[in-house]
């Protein structure tokens, strides 16, 4: 299993950018695809955006494509999340995941390890 970390998060007000960072260790071979969730209170969970670590393909949800983009740094073992003109609509815990099986990027069930999460509030 890859064992994630993430961090970045905090509080902005609309409009404002930050960036996430998931830093893995362990097997990280097994990474093929890395996803960001996130999980508002009251809400399903949602996978925001994905990127195949082997040709670095990025796919994203419409909620947050044209504002969010996940890069990675292969060197560093880690996956960003840069979040520009953040809505309050974005204010949710954000985690990674990875060890990625097969089937929708987006659906959480296809992926065996997560991080533990880190939070993002955005202020009206």
């Known amino acids: 299993q890859v064992q994630l970390v993430e961090s970045g998060g905090g509080s902005v007000q609309a409009g404002g950018s930050l960036r996430l960072s998931c830093v893995a260790s362990?097997?990280?071979?097994?990474?093929?695809?890395v996803g960001w969730f996130r999980h508002a209170p009251g809400k399903e969970r949602e996978g925001v955006a994905t990127?195949?670590?082997?040709?670095?393909?990025?796919s994203y949800a419409g909620s947050v494509k044209g504002r969010f983009a996940i890069s990675q740094d292969n060197a560093k073992n880690t996956v960003y999340l840069q979040m520009n003109s953040l809505k309050p609509d974005d204010t949710a815990m954000y985690y990674c995941?990875?060890?990625?099986?097969?089937?929708?990027?987006?659906?959480?069930?296809?992926?065996?390890?997560w991080g533990q999460g880190t939070q993002v509030t955005v202020s009206s």
């Open positions: 995941a990875a060890d990625f099986r097969t089937g929708y990027w987006y659906m959480g069930t296809n992926y065996n390890s």
């Open positions: 362990g097997h990280t071979y097994s990474s093929n695809c």
């Open positions: 990127i195949y670590t082997d040709d670095g393909r990025t």
